[in-house]
């Protein structure tokens, strides 16, 4: 039980489809992160929300639209998405931005682009 | 822009041996992470380092941060089976965060 928890574990969408992947963690953690893992690319750190607002962005295409509507929740909607947009999705909490504790990583959503 | 470079980016150790990871990275940063990531299964944060000559252990893993140097290494201390994985680094600087490419380490009987 890592205490951070992902759905849908799995994903399956056509470019043309709007889904959104869910993240929620009842940790009392303020700080909360999506991460993106592909096979040919290092890990990336997409967006990070600190007290429920957007404190990092990094360069992240505007397809994806993150929302965070309290601090236990995080949702990444996805919009007209692109092949090379498959990845494994991860959503991590820690206790603030800048913590020197370790983040909580859930298990992730493995999205597959048609 | 930075880069993290993580080596090797494979290693295959017996049992029982001592080893280190080294991550190098380019700009100035005050910040720096080792994951741990198991075939198939999501990230474990192992360490975060926060300023220059911290040193942290945890069980058969120690990480140290040298900033002067940029440069951070984890050190494998009598190696067992349980320890094989990919091995991450990321540091924080330039406004962003950017991860090394990992270091799949295989621990043989």
């Known amino acids: 039980e890592t205490g951070v928890t992902q759905t849908p574990r799995h994903l399956v969408m056509g470019m043309t489809n709007k889904k959104s992947l869910k993240c929620e963690q009842h940790l009392g953690h303020n700080a909360m992160y999506w991460y993106k893992q592909s096979a040919k690319k290092p890990l990336e750190l997409m967006f990070v929300?600190?007290?429920?607002?957007?404190?990092e962005n990094n360069s992240v295409p505007s397809r994806f639209s993150p929302e965070c509507p309290n601090s236990s929740h995080l949702f990444l909607h996805l919009h007209t998405l692109q092949p090379e947009d498959s990845a494994l999705y991860l959503c991590?909490?820690?206790?603030?931005?800048?913590?020197?504790?370790?983040?909580?990583f859930g298990d992730g959503t493995r999205l597959s682009i048609l | 822009e930075l880069k993290v470079e993580q080596n090797p980016l494979f290693l295959s150790m017996q049992e029982g041996k001592n080893y280190t990871i080294y991550c190098n990275y380019s700009?100035?940063?005050?910040?720096l992470y080792w994951y741990r990531q198991d075939p198939g299964k999501s990230l474990e944060s192992l360490f975060v380092l926060l300023s220059n000559g911290a040193v942290k252990q945890e069980g058969r893993l120690m990480a140290s941060l040298d900033t002067k140097a940029r440069l951070s290494t984890l050190h494998i201390t009598a190696a067992v089976h349980d320890l094989s994985a990919t091995y991450f680094c990321?540091?924080?600087?330039?406004?962003?965060?950017?991860f090394g490419d990992g270091t799949t380490l295989t621990v043989k009987p």
């Open positions: 700009t100035t940063s005050d910040r």
């Open positions: 991590a909490s820690s206790q603030d931005r800048h913590s020197n504790q370790p983040q909580h």
């Open positions: 929300y600190s007290l429920e607002e957007r404190v």
């Open positions: 990321a540091v924080d600087g330039a406004g962003k965060s950017t």
